[in-house]
């Protein structure tokens, strides 16, 4: 009875988890394309040998890598922050912590359309503000690689700053107050006590937002898919400044029909993902080992 209890799951994750996964494997080592299926045979790894000279590739995995630094960087930093501060005694502390929430909950396609308003090159908000500044000239978001960059990375922080400071916060309060009394009659300041005591106690929690970010942010998709006038192009703007790799695989698979060499692509980003999560473990780790 209990391996019946429970096999439904592993059902399930062989149907639409375990085949998918091997069957995208095997599609990876041919040359299968949807517009010409005479062209379907063995490539072997031919098609991972072709990402090696892609230049569209690289040019993608350059972008996914800049947004990615641009949108987890401050975000967990932020986030970090905001979470210290709602971890002290505030007024209307239960409203804060339940804003917190909202960017998350909203819709990333409705979110993601109101930025579009926002980063217009003429009547945007954001130029709007920078002008208060001094900066006269408009902004055309969308015409190089740094301000598209920034403009996406800036969707991506708006909805996650807020669910990355909620888990923070949930760590923050297994922290016995003790520790703060003791540190502050040693003259601890609020800065020190937040990153020699907060954040090397928290230090798993960091890890965890760490992996996920690094997984979401070198997956992106939907914000720069939206961000271009023409979103079923999947261009990434007139000269791709800002494709990412997930967005090049769709226009591959789905634009070009060539599934095998999208296949390649999706492996090769799986593996990128493995290496880069393991290095930010690593360094979080470190960081924060040296911080106790």
């Known amino acids: 009875m209990p ?14 988890g375990l085949f998918p996964l091997i069957f995208n494997g095997v599609v990876a080592l041919r ?4 517009d010409d299926p005479a062209q379907d045979g063995w490539a072997g790894l031919g098609n991972f040998e072709k990402l090696l000279s892609d230049e569209d590739f690289w040019n993608a995995l350059y972008n996914t890598f800049g ?10 930093f932020l986030a970090i922050c905001i979470a210290f501060l709602l971890n002290r005694q ?5 409203w804060f912590r ?9 819709p990333v396609t409705a979110s993601t359309l109101v930025f579009l308003v926002v980063f217009g090159r003429d009547t945007g908000t954001a130029n709007w503000v920078l002008s208060l500044f001094g900066m006269d000239d408009p902004i055309d978001w969308r015409a190089g690689k ?7 990375a800036t969707m991506v922080n708006w909805k996650w700053i807020g669910y990355n400071a909620l888990l923070y916060l949930a760590a923050m309060q297994t922290i016995p107050r003790d520790i703060y009394e003791a540190s502050a009659l040693d003259g ?32 992106l998709f939907t914000e720069p898919m939206l961000f271009e006038p023409n979103p079923a192009a999947a261009t990434g703007g007139a000269n791709g400044e800002w494709q990412t790799i997930a967005q090049l695989i769709y226009k591959t698979g789905w634009k070009n029909l060539n599934l095998g060499y999208a296949a390649a ?28």
Do not use: D, E
């Open 90 to 94: 505030l007024r209307g502390k239960i």
């Open 3 to 16: 391996y019946v209890l429970i096999a439904p799951f592993f059902i399930l994750f062989a149907i639409f």
């Open 146 to 152: 740094l301000q598209s960059w920034i403009a996406i």
């Open 98 to 106: 339940v804003s917190m929430l909202l960017p998350y909950i909203t």
């Open 265 to 292: 692509m999706s492996w090769a980003l799986f593996l990128i993902i493995v290496i880069v999560a393991a290095v930010n473990t690593l360094l979080t780790s470190r960081l924060g080992g040296g911080r106790r």
């Open 188 to 219: 601890a300041t609020a800065w020190k006590q937040l990153w020699r005591i907060t954040v090397p106690m928290i230090l798993p929690v960091v890890i965890f937002t760490v992996v996920l970010s690094t997984i979401g942010g070198l997956q």
């Open 31 to 34: 040359t299968w394309r949807l």
């Open 67 to 76: 947004i990615f630094v641009l949108s987890t960087i401050p975000q967990l």
